[in-house]
């Protein structure tokens, strides 16, 4: 079943969170809810990966809705991994 047909059967239940771009927006609160309950760079890694979920459930490209997903994917393992007072490196 594609993509496609799964967010066409979704709309058309009228469930926007049914087909498969509402489960990871869905995905994408939660991460952004895990996000505003931490600091530094714990909080940093858990934005990134919100934020590469939100952009893989918007993006038409498959390659690229691949990409950002196994990105935010990576960003919320590093997240779950990194000490709770890791401090925030500066930008150069």
């Given amino acids: ?21 509402g489960r990871i927006l869905h995905l994408a609160m939660c991460l952004r809810a895990v996000e505003q309950q931490c ?3 714990r909080r940093e890694r858990w934005g990134y ?3 590469n979920a939100e952009a893989a459930a918007t993006v038409e490209h498959p390659m690229a809705k691949r990409w950002l997903w196994a990105t935010a994917c990576d960003y919320a ?16």
């Avoid at 979704?10 to 771009?21: E, K, M, Q, V, Y």
């Avoid at 393992?77 to 150069?92: F, I, L, Y």
Wanted: proline share 7%; aromatic share 2%; hydrophobic share 40%.
């Fill in 1 to 21: 079943m594609s993509e496609d047909f799964v967010d066409s059967a979704a709309t058309s239940a009228g469930d926007p969170l049914c087909g498969l771009r």
């Fill in 39 to 41: 600091s530094g760079l």
């Fill in 49 to 51: 990966a919100a934020a």
């Fill in 77 to 92: 393992r590093r997240a779950a991994h990194t000490g709770a007072e890791a401090p925030v490196h500066p930008r150069r």
